[in-house]
Nanobody, 115 residues
Framework: QVQVVESGGGLVQAGGSLRLSCAAS????????MGWHRQAPGKQREYVAS???????NYADSVKGRFTIARDNVKNTAYLQMNSLKPEDTAVYYC?????????WGQGTQVTVSS
């Protein structure tokens, strides 16, 4: 079992920055793939970014060049640095940690970008 807790959301003006944190605990978390999805009001949840246990990263086209995912395997924490935020980035951001081919999700953190 893996437990995941997100933090760091909030309200920011367009063009601003936020850093989300995702703390994982439980089964072999330092080796687990981790990532972020988001869900805007009235829309389906969508992929944002992910990072493997070895540090390989991947991003959705909509956030490339603006968002950076990183991890600290000592702290078992993943981070999502979000720069140049746009109103369309407004969503609940969910973190996951994958263990044995199953994704374990956090409760989400709200990010609101005002224009």
């Amino acid at each position: 079992q893996v437990q995941v807790v997100e933090s760091g959301g909030g309200l920011v003006q367009a063009g601003g920055s936020l850093r989300l944190s995702c703390a994982a605990s439980g089964s072999i978390v330092s080796l687990n793939d981790m990532g972020w999805h988001r869900q805007a009001p009235g829309k389906q949840r969508e992929y944002v970014a992910s990072i493997t246990g070895g540090g390989r990263t991947n991003y959705a086209d909509s956030v490339k060049g603006r968002f950076t995912i990183a991890r600290d395997n000592v702290k078992n924490t993943a981070y999502l640095q979000m720069n140049s935020l746009k109103p369309e980035d407004t969503a609940v951001y969910y973190c996951y940690s994958n263990w044995r081919w199953r994704d374990y999700w956090g409760q989400g953190t709200q990010v609101t970008v005002s224009s």
